[in-house]
Protein backbone atom coordinates (compact mmCIF):
# COMPACT_ATOMS: atom_id res chain seq x y z
CA UNK A 1 0.00 0.00 0.00
CA UNK A 2 1.36 3.31 -1.01
CA UNK A 3 0.31 6.80 0.70
CA UNK A 4 -2.70 7.60 -2.21
CA UNK A 5 -4.10 3.94 -1.54
CA UNK A 6 -3.89 4.71 2.41
CA UNK A 7 -5.82 8.02 2.05
CA UNK A 8 -8.08 6.54 -0.24
CA UNK A 9 -9.14 3.40 2.28
CA UNK A 10 -9.24 6.15 5.00
CA UNK A 11 -11.47 8.40 3.25
CA UNK A 12 -13.50 4.55 2.41
CA UNK A 13 -13.78 3.55 6.32
CA UNK A 14 -15.06 6.84 7.29
CA UNK A 15 -17.53 7.18 4.46
CA UNK A 16 -16.47 10.50 3.57
CA UNK A 17 -17.98 11.48 0.19
CA UNK A 18 -16.59 14.53 -2.22
CA UNK A 19 -18.14 17.68 -1.50
CA UNK A 20 -20.00 19.16 -4.84
CA UNK A 21 -19.85 22.55 -5.77
CA UNK A 22 -23.27 22.76 -7.70
CA UNK A 23 -25.54 25.73 -8.13
CA UNK A 24 -27.16 24.61 -4.74
CA UNK A 25 -24.46 24.87 -2.78
CA UNK A 26 -23.44 28.31 -4.18
CA UNK A 27 -26.86 29.15 -3.56
CA UNK A 28 -26.31 28.12 -0.02
CA UNK A 29 -23.23 30.00 0.68
CA UNK A 30 -24.78 33.13 -1.04
CA UNK A 31 -27.37 33.20 1.70
CA UNK A 32 -25.35 32.47 4.99
CA UNK A 33 -22.78 35.07 3.54
CA UNK A 34 -24.30 37.86 1.65
CA UNK A 35 -25.41 39.29 4.93
CA UNK A 36 -22.40 40.35 5.87
CA UNK A 37 -22.20 42.98 3.05
CA UNK A 38 -23.69 45.59 1.60
CA UNK A 39 -25.43 45.00 -2.25
CA UNK A 40 -22.04 46.31 -3.31
CA UNK A 41 -19.85 43.96 -1.70
CA UNK A 42 -22.20 41.02 -2.37
CA UNK A 43 -21.64 41.20 -5.69
CA UNK A 44 -18.56 41.68 -5.52
CA UNK A 45 -19.12 37.85 -3.50
CA UNK A 46 -20.71 36.52 -6.19
CA UNK A 47 -17.56 36.98 -8.36
CA UNK A 48 -14.89 36.16 -6.13
CA UNK A 49 -16.70 32.83 -5.41
CA UNK A 50 -17.08 31.63 -9.10
CA UNK A 51 -13.06 32.97 -9.67
CA UNK A 52 -12.27 30.82 -6.55
CA UNK A 53 -14.03 27.49 -7.60
CA UNK A 54 -12.62 28.13 -10.80
CA UNK A 55 -9.22 27.87 -9.71
CA UNK A 56 -9.99 25.18 -7.34
CA UNK A 57 -11.28 22.95 -9.96
CA UNK A 58 -7.70 23.33 -11.52
CA UNK A 59 -6.05 21.64 -8.83
CA UNK A 60 -6.06 17.68 -9.38
CA UNK A 61 -7.48 15.70 -5.95
CA UNK A 62 -5.50 13.43 -5.06
CA UNK A 63 -8.59 11.09 -4.80
CA UNK A 64 -12.35 10.59 -5.81
CA UNK A 65 -13.51 11.33 -2.26
CA UNK A 66 -11.71 14.81 -1.75
CA UNK A 67 -13.23 17.98 -0.82
CA UNK A 68 -12.92 20.34 -3.66
CA UNK A 69 -13.62 22.61 -0.97
CA UNK A 70 -10.98 22.22 1.63
CA UNK A 71 -7.80 20.55 -0.57
CA UNK A 72 -6.61 22.85 -3.01
CA UNK A 73 -5.79 25.61 0.18
CA UNK A 74 -4.42 22.83 2.07
CA UNK A 75 -2.02 21.64 -0.32
CA UNK A 76 -0.92 25.63 -0.66
CA UNK A 77 -0.77 25.88 3.08
CA UNK A 78 1.47 22.72 2.89
CA UNK A 79 3.61 24.16 0.25
CA UNK A 80 4.62 27.30 1.61
CA UNK A 81 5.45 25.30 4.99
CA UNK A 82 7.22 22.74 2.90
CA UNK A 83 9.34 25.38 0.97
CA UNK A 84 10.01 27.21 4.29
CA UNK A 85 11.00 24.18 6.13
CA UNK A 86 13.60 23.60 3.74
CA UNK A 87 15.15 27.09 3.58
CA UNK A 88 15.61 27.53 6.88
CA UNK A 89 17.16 24.15 7.03
CA UNK A 90 15.26 22.47 9.40
CA UNK A 91 14.27 19.51 7.08
CA UNK A 92 18.36 19.33 6.32
CA UNK A 93 19.40 19.11 10.04
CA UNK A 94 16.19 17.14 11.04
CA UNK A 95 15.85 14.48 7.92
CA UNK A 96 16.93 15.25 4.44
CA UNK A 97 15.32 12.37 2.98
CA UNK A 98 11.90 13.74 3.91
CA UNK A 99 9.81 14.91 1.05
CA UNK A 100 6.88 16.55 0.80
CA UNK A 101 3.64 14.90 2.42
CA UNK A 102 0.62 14.03 0.64
CA UNK A 103 -2.56 15.43 2.54
CA UNK A 104 -6.21 15.24 2.33
CA UNK A 105 -8.98 15.12 4.21
CA UNK A 106 -11.92 12.98 5.69
CA UNK A 107 -14.65 12.98 8.27
CA UNK A 108 -12.41 11.45 10.96
CA UNK A 109 -14.97 12.64 13.50
CA UNK A 110 -13.29 13.54 17.07
CA UNK A 111 -9.46 12.54 15.66
CA UNK A 112 -8.97 15.95 14.36
CA UNK A 113 -6.02 15.66 12.54
CA UNK A 114 -3.34 12.89 12.06
CA UNK A 115 0.09 11.99 10.67
CA UNK A 116 0.81 8.49 9.39
CA UNK A 117 4.31 8.10 9.43
CA UNK A 118 4.60 5.14 7.45
CA UNK A 119 3.12 6.29 5.11
CA UNK A 120 3.92 10.01 5.13
CA UNK A 121 0.38 10.97 4.64
CA UNK A 122 -1.54 13.76 6.70
CA UNK A 123 -5.13 13.27 6.95
CA UNK A 124 -7.41 16.32 8.34
CA UNK A 125 -10.78 16.31 9.93
CA UNK A 126 -13.62 18.35 7.65
CA UNK A 127 -15.55 18.86 10.91
CA UNK A 128 -11.60 20.38 12.39
CA UNK A 129 -11.68 22.77 9.50
CA UNK A 130 -15.05 23.91 9.62
CA UNK A 131 -14.93 24.32 13.30
CA UNK A 132 -11.82 26.53 13.13
CA UNK A 133 -13.79 28.90 11.02
CA UNK A 134 -16.77 29.19 12.68
CA UNK A 135 -14.36 30.02 16.09
CA UNK A 136 -12.78 32.40 14.17
CA UNK A 137 -15.64 33.85 12.96
CA UNK A 138 -16.45 34.75 16.65
CA UNK A 139 -12.71 35.62 17.88
CA UNK A 140 -12.52 38.07 15.15
CA UNK A 141 -15.79 40.32 16.19
CA UNK A 142 -13.92 39.81 19.90
CA UNK A 143 -10.49 41.31 18.56
CA UNK A 144 -11.28 44.03 15.71
CA UNK A 145 -11.86 47.53 16.77
CA UNK A 146 -13.29 50.45 14.79
CA UNK A 147 -11.26 53.66 14.23
CA UNK A 148 -12.87 55.97 11.78
CA UNK A 149 -14.20 54.21 8.81
CA UNK A 150 -11.82 51.38 9.68
CA UNK A 151 -11.54 47.95 11.52
CA UNK A 152 -8.00 47.31 13.30
CA UNK A 153 -6.52 44.85 15.82
CA UNK A 154 -5.13 46.85 18.93
CA UNK A 155 -4.43 44.18 21.75
CA UNK A 156 -3.84 47.48 24.14
CA UNK A 157 -7.60 47.37 24.36
CA UNK A 158 -8.59 43.99 24.67
CA UNK A 159 -8.27 44.25 28.78
CA UNK A 160 -10.13 41.48 30.77
CA UNK A 161 -12.86 44.52 31.31
CA UNK A 162 -12.86 44.92 27.35
CA UNK A 163 -13.51 41.59 26.13
CA UNK A 164 -15.65 40.91 28.68
CA UNK A 165 -18.36 43.73 27.42
CA UNK A 166 -17.76 43.04 24.18
CA UNK A 167 -18.63 38.96 25.20
CA UNK A 168 -21.90 40.53 27.25
CA UNK A 169 -23.01 43.03 24.93
CA UNK A 170 -23.57 40.48 22.33
CA UNK A 171 -25.62 37.02 23.11
CA UNK A 172 -25.33 35.77 19.45
CA UNK A 173 -21.44 35.61 20.31
CA UNK A 174 -22.32 32.98 23.73
CA UNK A 175 -24.75 31.41 21.29
CA UNK A 176 -22.40 30.60 18.62
CA UNK A 177 -19.75 29.73 20.99
CA UNK A 178 -22.04 26.72 22.46
CA UNK A 179 -23.26 25.68 19.54
CA UNK A 180 -19.70 25.43 18.05
CA UNK A 181 -17.80 24.20 21.09
CA UNK A 182 -21.16 21.44 21.81
CA UNK A 183 -21.52 20.51 18.71
CA UNK A 184 -17.51 19.36 18.08
CA UNK A 185 -17.32 17.86 21.17
CA UNK A 186 -20.87 15.90 20.58
CA UNK A 187 -20.88 14.59 17.35
CA UNK A 188 -16.57 15.40 15.76
CA UNK A 189 -18.16 17.95 13.51
CA UNK A 190 -19.27 21.31 13.03
CA UNK A 191 -21.95 22.87 11.88
CA UNK A 192 -20.59 24.34 8.98
CA UNK A 193 -21.40 27.94 9.22
CA UNK A 194 -21.56 30.56 11.60
CA UNK A 195 -25.98 31.54 11.62
CA UNK A 196 -25.73 34.35 14.97
CA UNK A 197 -22.88 36.51 13.77
CA UNK A 198 -23.31 38.80 10.95
CA UNK A 199 -20.66 40.94 10.03
CA UNK A 200 -22.06 43.68 7.77
CA UNK A 201 -18.53 44.69 7.19
CA UNK A 202 -16.10 43.38 4.56
CA UNK A 203 -12.85 44.12 6.70
CA UNK A 204 -14.39 42.03 9.93
CA UNK A 205 -14.68 39.19 7.19
CA UNK A 206 -11.43 39.97 6.06
CA UNK A 207 -9.72 39.39 8.87
CA UNK A 208 -11.58 36.50 9.82
CA UNK A 209 -10.70 34.09 6.66
CA UNK A 210 -7.11 35.31 6.86
CA UNK A 211 -6.91 34.42 10.65
CA UNK A 212 -8.91 31.21 9.82
CA UNK A 213 -6.23 30.41 6.96
CA UNK A 214 -3.77 30.96 9.72
CA UNK A 215 -5.59 28.27 11.92
CA UNK A 216 -5.39 25.92 9.25
CA UNK A 217 -1.79 26.42 8.65
CA UNK A 218 -0.25 25.22 12.34
CA UNK A 219 -2.88 22.25 12.07
CA UNK A 220 -1.12 21.36 8.79
CA UNK A 221 2.53 22.91 10.32
CA UNK A 222 2.12 20.44 14.04
CA UNK A 223 1.10 17.06 11.17
CA UNK A 224 3.84 17.81 9.27
CA UNK A 225 6.58 18.31 12.39
CA UNK A 226 5.32 14.99 13.19
CA UNK A 227 6.31 13.43 9.94
CA UNK A 228 9.34 15.40 9.52
CA UNK A 229 10.47 14.14 13.45
CA UNK A 230 9.39 10.16 12.30
CA UNK A 231 7.05 10.02 15.28
CA UNK A 232 4.43 6.95 15.53
CA UNK A 233 2.82 7.54 18.83
CA UNK A 234 1.29 10.75 20.41
CA UNK A 235 2.44 11.55 23.63
CA UNK A 236 2.62 14.75 25.85
CA UNK A 237 5.78 15.24 25.33
CA UNK A 238 5.90 14.49 21.85
CA UNK A 239 2.48 16.74 21.14
CA UNK A 240 4.75 19.80 22.55
CA UNK A 241 7.77 19.03 20.50
CA UNK A 242 5.38 19.51 17.43
CA UNK A 243 3.77 22.37 19.03
CA UNK A 244 7.42 24.49 19.38
CA UNK A 245 8.25 23.50 15.69
CA UNK A 246 5.03 24.18 14.11
CA UNK A 247 4.94 27.37 16.09
CA UNK A 248 8.55 28.60 14.83
CA UNK A 249 7.68 27.30 11.25
CA UNK A 250 4.32 29.37 11.12
CA UNK A 251 6.12 32.56 12.43
CA UNK A 252 8.82 31.94 9.83
CA UNK A 253 5.82 31.52 6.69
CA UNK A 254 3.90 35.26 8.40
CA UNK A 255 7.40 36.73 8.29
CA UNK A 256 7.49 35.53 4.41
CA UNK A 257 4.64 35.76 3.13
CA UNK A 258 2.37 38.48 4.96
CA UNK A 259 4.45 40.50 7.72
CA UNK A 260 2.02 43.43 7.87
CA UNK A 261 -0.73 41.09 9.80
CA UNK A 262 1.85 40.27 12.33
CA UNK A 263 -0.52 36.81 12.33
CA UNK A 264 2.33 35.64 14.71
CA UNK A 265 -0.32 35.00 17.36
CA UNK A 266 -2.47 32.50 15.88
CA UNK A 267 -1.06 29.00 16.96
CA UNK A 268 -1.64 30.33 20.55
CA UNK A 269 -5.38 30.42 19.62
CA UNK A 270 -5.45 27.25 18.00
CA UNK A 271 -3.67 25.07 21.04
CA UNK A 272 -5.92 27.48 23.96
CA UNK A 273 -8.95 26.22 21.79
CA UNK A 274 -7.44 22.50 21.72
CA UNK A 275 -6.60 23.06 26.04
CA UNK A 276 -10.61 23.85 25.99
CA UNK A 277 -11.65 21.09 23.79
CA UNK A 278 -9.54 18.50 26.06
CA UNK A 279 -11.27 19.75 28.71
CA UNK A 280 -14.57 19.05 27.80
CA UNK A 281 -13.70 15.93 26.30
CA UNK A 282 -12.26 14.91 29.56
CA UNK A 283 -15.29 15.88 31.32
CA UNK A 284 -18.03 14.16 29.17
CA UNK A 285 -15.81 11.16 29.46
CA UNK A 286 -13.90 11.19 25.72
CA UNK A 287 -10.46 9.75 26.62
CA UNK A 288 -7.40 11.95 25.00
CA UNK A 289 -4.49 11.36 27.93
CA UNK A 290 -1.90 11.46 24.57
CA UNK A 291 -1.95 15.11 24.19
CA UNK A 292 -0.78 17.62 27.42
CA UNK A 293 -2.55 20.20 29.10
CA UNK A 294 -1.95 23.82 29.11
CA UNK A 295 -0.92 24.17 25.53
CA UNK A 296 -1.85 27.60 25.36
CA UNK A 297 0.66 28.47 28.00
CA UNK A 298 3.48 26.49 26.46
CA UNK A 299 2.48 27.89 23.05
CA UNK A 300 2.81 31.50 24.38
CA UNK A 301 6.08 30.86 26.43
CA UNK A 302 6.83 29.63 23.03
CA UNK A 303 6.36 32.92 21.35
CA UNK A 304 8.23 34.78 24.28
CA UNK A 305 11.64 32.62 23.55
CA UNK A 306 11.05 33.32 19.93
CA UNK A 307 11.27 37.40 21.14
CA UNK A 308 8.40 37.78 19.66
CA UNK A 309 7.26 41.78 19.14
CA UNK A 310 5.00 43.03 21.59
CA UNK A 311 1.50 43.05 19.29
CA UNK A 312 2.19 39.09 18.72
CA UNK A 313 2.82 38.19 22.61
CA UNK A 314 -0.22 40.75 23.60
CA UNK A 315 -2.18 38.90 21.11
CA UNK A 316 -1.54 35.73 22.83
CA UNK A 317 -2.81 37.01 26.21
CA UNK A 318 -5.72 38.37 24.86
CA UNK A 319 -7.26 35.21 22.93
CA UNK A 320 -6.52 33.23 26.02
CA UNK A 321 -8.11 35.38 28.02
CA UNK A 322 -11.28 35.29 25.78
CA UNK A 323 -10.96 31.55 25.60
CA UNK A 324 -10.99 31.70 29.62
CA UNK A 325 -13.91 34.18 29.51
CA UNK A 326 -16.31 32.66 27.14
CA UNK A 327 -15.43 28.88 28.72
CA UNK A 328 -15.86 30.24 32.43
CA UNK A 329 -19.63 31.88 31.03
CA UNK A 330 -20.61 28.55 29.01
CA UNK A 331 -18.88 25.95 30.56
CA UNK A 332 -21.85 24.47 32.29
CA UNK A 333 -24.09 24.56 29.85
CA UNK A 334 -21.99 23.15 26.65
CA UNK A 335 -21.16 20.28 29.02
CA UNK A 336 -24.77 20.02 29.80
CA UNK A 337 -25.36 19.58 26.29
CA UNK A 338 -22.72 17.47 25.66
CA UNK A 339 -23.78 14.75 27.84
CA UNK A 340 -27.62 15.15 27.58
CA UNK A 341 -28.29 11.66 25.59
CA UNK A 342 -31.89 12.76 24.14
CA UNK A 343 -29.91 15.08 21.71
CA UNK A 344 -28.89 13.29 18.82
CA UNK A 345 -28.50 15.18 15.98
CA UNK A 346 -26.87 19.15 15.89
CA UNK A 347 -30.58 20.19 14.41
CA UNK A 348 -31.17 19.31 17.54
CA UNK A 349 -28.62 20.58 19.09
CA UNK A 350 -29.71 24.05 17.53
CA UNK A 351 -33.27 23.87 18.52
CA UNK A 352 -32.30 23.30 21.92
CA UNK A 353 -29.18 26.58 21.73
CA UNK A 354 -32.17 28.65 20.37
CA UNK A 355 -34.88 28.29 23.70
CA UNK A 356 -31.56 29.65 26.28
CA UNK A 357 -32.42 32.49 27.60
CA UNK A 358 -29.12 35.10 27.76
CA UNK A 359 -29.19 37.53 30.48
CA UNK A 360 -26.85 40.57 30.92
Not at 241 to 263: G, N, S, W
Request: charged share 20%; hydrophobic share 40%.
Amino acid sequence: MNDLDFLTAVQQQTNTEPIVVDENYKDVFLLLFSPDFDEAESKKLLISFDEAIATYKTVVLPTQYESIVHYPSLLQLLRELYSTANEIGVINNVNPEFSMPLIGTADLVRMGAYAKTDYNTIIIDRGLLSFFFNLTRILVDLIVSEEGTNWVIRPSLLTVEEIQNRILSNHSIIRDYIETMTSYVKFGNAIPFSKHLKFHNSQKSSFSNMISLETWRFIVAHEMIHLLYKHRQSTPSVELEADRMAIQLCAKCVEKIQPETQFYWVPVFVVATLDVLMECNQISGINCASHPIKRGEYAHFVLEQMKSGGHALAMAQAVRRIHLLLWGLTKTIIIELATDVRIKEPNQLCRKISMIHFST
